[in-house]
């Protein structure tokens, strides 16, 4: 991608991208155009399954390797940068108070800087159990109940498994807040990470006093974060603590931060957000005619208020939705309404999808034609997706196919391989296939790639029709990532949503583009705190995109029609096949836990055997079962 040659005499801002893979840094001037962007791959450690973690030390030294490379190979005169902002993953991170260092969360080891419990780790399957189980009010603002996904599950994990000692001298960030303490050295906290991921209830909503709930904190076994006004999570805001919307200048950069980060100290920092909502910041904003009744008539094209038409889907591992609107919306299975969190007295809700790129990338790897497909692309200088976007073409041409979806037509993937984050926000779903054959062939592989590119079109549907059906008034939907590129997906998307897809100018860059923004409203902020609204550094500052519409031909609209109702059948359908297992098994469970002494000796003898001897029934780490 090529971009802008750089005027040394131009204000220039950073926006800090922290991923699950690697940590971006993006430059951009005062007119909103890329002028650097560099990154470096992160490490992540797996110690146990379900357990991912991940280091403020290691993350801290890729943003500066990052932000160095910029300046050296732009030849970027560091006085010219007037802000830097941080987004990254909701993951947890974990510091001594009375050292400020980082704590380890690897169990049960306690001796390296690994101290980010990064958002896909599911250890906390119990706590998480438990606090939904409290049915709190606060719960109400998640969705109905708190996602594994979440930071205070995580917190209670380590409360259970810590030294009683260690944990009482923890305190806990959203790796955000972590990298702009990092930065300043301050407390400061912001309401994205708060409230969309720890539990934080806005002072006023539904009668929150202090933000932090402290009857649901004791209820849940966390009574010693309330202490001296909940301290180790950020304080009170105003009174112990301040916390700030979206690029709010929460600081300047330290002297320790500007030598580590080749800049001069001083320059304003603005408040992060979860990388998702820097999504929203680096697309919703962008100049585009999408037509079809996707704008409000209302107002001009460029208006804030078309935001609320607008569904932000921030495309990687996994899919977040996210919605604003100007009063709370509450969608079952949808997290939110969060207010605040972009901007003061707005809301936002995020729906989403718990694997797309890494679903995409699981059904392609585990088919038999995976290595012949793979070498055949690499023959042709292409990845597999466009080697396989090609192929389902041909085969199209093969049969004179009226469209590729023509060739799924008796082929019904759905695709909860790795659970349901929205609208069901049911962890145990799983996949189905309607339509299964025993077709080795790299036919077979397209055919399966395809129905998985159609299944995430039409959850995609799903996710939009129950928000809408609930209040919000979605039109069209922008995307970031790089599925932005797969043109068939796209197209996909488009016509099972019955909306435009807005594809963004910087496809790869949308989310730190969204994070440069936000230092340039930190830099605008006058001695009182006082900045640009964040709107109109959006519009301002985002580039036209490439809409792609829904397709016109009735046949195939028709067609991706039946297909999402029979998508709406194989989800429910799972919920109740598994109900009236789940009903059976229960009993079945009951009755034999009445068997008596006698004839459970021997059982529990025969396990402890297995266990000393190994043998044919020895489990190892990481065996399916």
């Not at 991923?19 to 470096?40: M, W």
């Not at 943003?63 to 300046?71: A, D, E, G, H, P």
């Not at 950069?253 to 909502?277: F, H, Q, R, T, W």
Request: charged share 20%; proline share 4%; hydrophobic share 35%.
């Amino acid at each position: 991608m090529a971009y802008n040659s750089v005027n040394p005499y131009t204000d220039h801002y950073i926006g800090i991208d922290v991923g699950t893979g690697s940590a971006r840094a993006c430059v951009i001037n005062s007119k909103g155009d890329i002028v650097g962007l560099a990154s470096e791959n992160i490490g992540l450690w797996q110690p146990e399954q379900g357990y991912y973690e991940q280091s403020t030390t290691d993350i801290w030294r890729c943003i500066c390797t990052s932000v160095k490379r910029i300046l050296d190979q732009q030849n970027l005169d560091p006085s010219t940068i007037r802000g830097l902002a941080f987004d990254a993953t909701c993951s947890l991170a974990v510091f001594s108070e009375d050292t400020d260092e980082p704590v380890s969360v690897t169990h049960p080891r306690y001796d390296n800087d690994r101290n980010i419990v990064l958002w896909l780790d599911h250890r906390p399957v119990e706590e998480t159990a438990k606090i939904n189980a409290t049915e709190h009010n606060l719960l109400r603002y998640v969705g109905g109940t708190m996602s594994i996904e979440m930071e205070i599950p995580k917190v209670l994990w380590l409360k259970n498994n810590m030294p009683k000692e260690l944990f009482d001298r923890c305190k806990f960030y959203d790796l955000t807040d972590a990298l702009t303490h990092m930065a300043t050295g301050n407390e400061n906290r912001s309401f994205c990470s708060t409230v969309c991921k720890q539990g934080y209830v806005p002072v006023g909503v539904d009668g929150s006093v202090k933000g932090w709930q402290g009857d649901f904190l004791e209820t849940i076994g966390l009574g010693d974060l309330v202490k001296d006004n909940f301290r180790r999570l950020g304080g009170v805001n105003k009174e112990n603590g301040h916390y700030l919307s979206a690029g709010e200048k929460c600081g300047t950069l330290s002297e320790k931060a500007a030598n580590e980060l080749g800049l001069p100290a001083g320059i304003a920092v603005g408040s992060g957000v979860i990388d998702a909502y820097a999504g929203w910041i680096g697309t919703v904003g962008a100049k585009v005619h999408l037509g079809g009744g996707a704008l409000s008539s209302e107002y001009a094209s460029n208006d804030w208020h078309q935001a609320f038409t607008r569904l932000a889907a921030v495309a990687g591992t996994s899919t977040c939705h996210i919605a604003m609107s100007p009063k709370p919306v509450f969608v079952k299975g949808v997290w939110g309404p969060y207010r605040d969190v972009l901007i003061p007295d707005y809301w936002l809700a995020e729906g989403g999808q718990s694997a797309t790129g890494e679903l995409l990338k699981h059904v392609i790897e585990t088919h038999p034609a995976f290595q012949t497909a793979l070498s055949t692309a690499e023959s042709y200088n292409a990845n597999i997706y466009d080697y396989l976007n090609e192929h389902l073409k041909d085969m199209a041409a093969k049969v004179s196919a009226p469209s590729i979806s023509y060739l799924g037509r008796h082929f019904f993937f759905y695709g909860d391989l790795f659970g349901n984050r929205s609208p069901i926000a049911d962890p145990r779903m799983t996949g189905s296939v309607i339509g299964l054959s025993s077709d080795k062939s790299m036919d077979g592989l397209a055919l399966y790639y395809y129905g998985c590119m159609e299944f995430i079109a039409l959850q995609t549907h799903q996710i939009i029709e129950t928000m809408n059906e609930s209040g919000h008034q979605i039109k069209s939907i922008f995307m970031s990532g790089s599925q932005c590129q797969n043109k068939i997906l796209m197209e996909l998307m488009a016509s099972a949503c019955d909306m435009p897809v807005l594809i963004p100018q910087y496809v790869h860059a949308a989310v730190c583009h969204g994070a440069a923004m936000l230092a340039a409203k930190a830099a605008s902020a006058d001695r009182n705190g006082k900045s640009e609204d964040l709107w109109s550094i959006m519009d301002r500052m985002s580039k036209p995109g490439r809409a792609v519409l829904p397709t016109e031909d009735q046949h195939e609209k028709d067609l991706l029609k039946v297909k999402y109702n029979v998508f709406l059948e194989q989800c429910h359908s799972q919920r109740k096949y598994r109900g009236e297992i789940d009903d059976i098994v229960n009993k079945w469970s009951e009755n034999t836990g009445k068997m008596d002494e006698k004839e459970a000796k021997p059982k529990a003898e025969q396990g402890e055997k297995a266990k000393a001897g190994g043998g044919l029934n020895t489990v190892l780490p990481g065996s399916v079962v």
